[in-house]
């Protein structure tokens, strides 16, 4: 299993401002994932991150508005850019081997 | 496009009754696995179940799947109130070109 932590555990910005996620895993992982669950909803995978290459977007989510950086095998960011009031989510970064772990997201309030 | 499709999306039962949520999805799997979210908090790992197993127990939840109509259920027998929370399968396609996919889940209700 994997033990993961995220920072913030809770924020809220102002629209239009940026915030970076950060993901700590207590062991080497290849890939990391990165979801978002709005309130109320479902997770949705935003991306997948590995060590040394730019990440894998999921149809309906772009770089220049969820850049993230993966630079060593046990730590990724996530940053959302140019925040509105619809960013309003819980997000989660994840690893896996056959089971998935899951950090304990980080809950982002817009206003 | 979601893979894992849940039913019901609410459920509301006594305490000691059992509760079954059901999951279907649309293609090949490697396994599928069901979560607990307790009210927006982070999600806990109940239960994998691999594609080529038909059932699986642990404690008092039993999981079934069933490959030829891609579906699951959930079972939690002799359901407590600290069961309230909100449950999720996630399909895991990863051999089949996908990623793990979320359903969009069933809040159970369990009342004392």
Redesign the interface.
């Known amino acids: 299993s994997a033990v993961i932590s995220q920072k913030p555990s809770r924020d809220i910005c102002q629209r239009g401002t940026s915030l970076t996620i950060q993901c700590q895993v207590d062991s080497q992982v290849t890939m990391m994932f990165w979801y978002r669950q709005q309130p109320g909803q479902s997770l949705t995978l935003i991306a997948t991150a590995n060590q040394g290459s730019e990440a894998t977007y999921e149809s309906g989510f772009v770089i220049d508005k969820f850049p993230i950086s993966r630079p060593n095998l046990t730590f990724s960011t996530l940053t959302v850019s140019n925040m509105s009031p619809e960013d309003s989510s819980i997000y989660l970064c994840s690893v896996a081997d056959n089971e998935q772990y899951f950090g304990p997201g980080t809950r982002l309030t817009v206003t | 496009s979601q893979q894992g499709e849940e039913d019901p999306q609410a459920l509301s039962i006594q305490e000691g009754e059992n509760a079954t949520m059901n999951c279907s999805y649309k293609t090949s799997i490697n ?1 599928l ?1 069901w ?1 607990r979210q307790n009210s ?4 806990v ?1 109940l239960i ?1 179940i691999r594609s080529n197993e038909r059932e699986k127990h642990s404690g008092r939840l039993r999981v079934t799947l069933d490959t030829s109509k891609k579906s699951s259920s959930l079972l939690i027998t002799a359901s407590r109130a600290a069961d309230t929370a909100s449950y ?1 399968c ?1 399909t ?1 396609a990863r051999n089949y070109g996908q ?7 069933t809040r159970l209700s369990v009342l004392p």
């Open positions: 396994n696995q979560y927006g908090r982070g999600l790992h994998l999720f996630a895991d990623n793990f996919v979320f359903g969009p889940g």
